[in-house]
C-alpha cells in the first residue's frame, strides 16, 4: 500500500467514525423519543410504528455506508466487518422492545438492548483502531 493510498484509507476511516458518532446520537434520540411518546408529549403523528420506520431507515442508510467502507478495502471476512454486523443485528434487534399494535414498550428489553449496543459501539470502534495501528 503507497503511502498516498494509506492516507486516503485513514481519511475515509476518520469519516466513516464520524458518521458513527452521529448515528449513534441519532439512535440515541430515538430511545428518548420512546419516552417522549409515552409520556404524550410527542407530536401527534409520532407513533411508535413510525419511529420504528425512521429508525429502521437510518440503520439501513448506515449500513449501506458502513458495506461501502468494508467492500472498498477488502474487509468483508475480517474482524471489523464481523464487529459491525454485531452492531447492526443489536441495533435492529432493539427495536423489539416496542410493541406498535399496542403502543407499549418492554422497559427491560429497552434497556437490555441499550446495554448490549453500547457494548457492540465498543467492539467495534476497537476493531477500527486494530486495524489502523
Known sequence: MTAKTNKYRILETNVLLERFV?????????????????????LRYETYARLTDNYISNIKRFIKLCNSYITKYNLENSMVAERMNNYFIDLINAIGCLDVKHNSIDYSRLENAKSRIRARQDEFVDSINILIN
Do not use: P
Open 22 to 42: 452521529t448515528y449513534n446520537e441519532v439512535f440515541t434520540e430515538y430511545f428518548k423519543t420512546i419516552k417522549i411518546i409515552e409520556r404524550g408529549e410527542a
